[in-house]
């Protein structure tokens, strides 16, 4: 048996693998790559290296084995069709008889087209019969505060969402209910809602950079059509500048307001706050 995960050199992969190192022996991990170079810190500790593509359904043949627990990490490549690419691993989990499927979505209260994918995904796991956990993850701090540049620049917070609010959370903190699900006992068919203890606005994320960095941030809150024009100005492909309007619409509805309290049940402790990655962000 081996716990598996996709994706395991993306940004929320490393954290699931580096994490699942603290609680189970190498030897019982995989890590599927696209490049095998990318895995070397993995392989060196002793982690199984696997490559395979999500747009190469025959590179997952016989990859998953009876009993495996797999972790599903959604791609990121938008105009490549990924329930598609999901799909691929959903079969071949199946025809493996993996113990247990585990897969990022997105929350139940989001609904923007972003989560389209995610639930065409959602729908295609439940149809096939596999025991399943949807972590349905929302915001990552990160989605933010690694995008400070243009922040610091122009001395704003710039956004189309209103005074709504968002429980985001550090992708340390997914990665967290991830292996507590990979690790654990009883999560199987089991949906959970996950986002960070405390949810926060523009307008705090704009003081609380302003604390931090001792600079005067302003939150300068647009429309939706103004924010996509700044985006593509700045060489944001129109079609992704388009999703992240959309999804700052649901913010502005409260559609990124998830208080399940599910993430920091699963993580065994507080999620950390915001604050925290704005400082690590300014250390760089």
Same mark, same amino acid.
């Given at each position: 048996?081996?716990?598996?995960?996709?994706?395991?050199?993306?940004?929320?992969?490393?954290?699931?693998?580096?994490?699942?190192?603290?609680?189970?022996?190498?030897?019982?991990?995989?890590?599927?790559?696209?490049?095998?170079?990318?895995?070397?810190?993995?392989?060196?500790?002793?982690?199984?290296?696997?490559?395979?593509?999500?747009?190469?359904?025959?590179?997952?043949?016989?990859?998953?084995?009876?009993?495996?627990?797999?972790?599903?990490?959604?791609?990121?490549?938008?105009?490549?069709?990924?329930?598609?690419?999901?799909?691929?691993?959903?079969?071949?989990?199946?025809?493996?008889?993996?113990?247990?499927?585990?897969?990022?979505?997105?929350?139940?209260?989001?609904?923007?087209?972003?989560?389209?994918?995610?639930?065409?995904?959602?729908?295609?796991?439940?149809?096939?019969?596999?025991?399943?956990?949807?972590?349905?993850?929302?915001?990552?701090?990160?989605?933010?505060? @690694?995008?400070? =540049?243009?922040? #610091?620049?122009?001395?704003?917070?710039?956004? !189309?969402? $209103? &005074?709504?609010? %968002?429980? +985001?959370?550090?992708?340390?903190?997914?990665?967290?209910?991830?292996?507590?699900?990979?690790?654990?006992?009883?999560?199987?068919?089991?949906?959970?809602?996950?986002?960070?203890?405390?949810?926060?606005?523009?307008?705090?994320?704009?003081?609380?950079?302003?604390?931090?960095?001792?600079?005067?941030?302003?939150?300068?809150?647009?429309?939706?059509?103004?924010?996509?024009?700044?985006?593509?100005?700045?060489?944001?492909? @129109?079609?992704? =500048?388009?999703? #992240?309007?959309?999804?700052?619409?649901?913010? !502005?509805? $409260? &559609?990124?307001? %998830?208080? +399940?309290?599910?993430?920091?049940?699963?993580?065994?402790?507080?999620?950390?706050?915001?604050?925290?990655?704005?400082?690590?962000?300014?250390?760089?």
């Amino acid at each position: 048996m081996s716990i598996v995960v996709t994706g395991a050199t993306g940004h929320l992969g490393r954290h699931v693998v580096n994490q699942l190192l603290e609680k189970v022996p190498a030897e019982e991990i995989t890590a599927v790559v696209r490049d095998e170079a990318k895995a070397a810190d993995f392989a060196a500790k002793g982690v199984k290296i696997a490559v395979a593509d999500y747009n190469t359904p025959e590179t997952f043949d016989g990859l998953f084995a009876a009993g495996d627990k797999v972790l599903l990490i959604s791609g990121n490549e938008f105009d490549k069709g990924r329930p598609a690419q999901h799909q691929v691993v959903i079969d071949a989990a199946k025809a493996a008889g993996v113990a247990l499927l585990a897969y990022t979505s997105a929350p139940g209260s989001l609904k923007a087209s972003l989560v389209d994918d995610h639930r065409t995904t959602e729908k295609a796991l439940l149809a096939s019969g596999l025991p399943y956990t949807l972590l349905r993850n929302g915001w990552y701090h990160e989605n933010y505060t @690694e995008n400070l =540049a243009p922040v #610091l620049e122009h001395n704003a917070v710039v956004a !189309a969402a $209103g &005074e709504g609010r %968002v429980s +985001s959370a550090s992708r340390a903190d997914y990665a967290a209910a991830a292996v507590a699900v990979l690790t654990g006992e009883g999560h199987e068919n089991q949906t959970y809602e996950l986002g960070g203890d405390t949810a926060w606005s523009f307008a705090e994320y704009a003081a609380l950079i302003s604390e931090q960095t001792g600079k005067e941030i302003a939150y300068n809150s647009v429309p939706g059509e103004v924010l996509q024009g700044i985006l593509t100005g700045a060489g944001v492909p @129109e079609f992704f =500048a388009g999703i #992240l309007v959309d999804v700052d619409a649901s913010i !502005a509805k $409260g &559609e990124l307001v %998830v208080d +399940s309290g599910d993430l920091s049940r699963l993580a065994g402790r507080p999620t950390s706050p915001i604050s925290e990655a704005v400082a690590a962000a300014l250390k760089g």
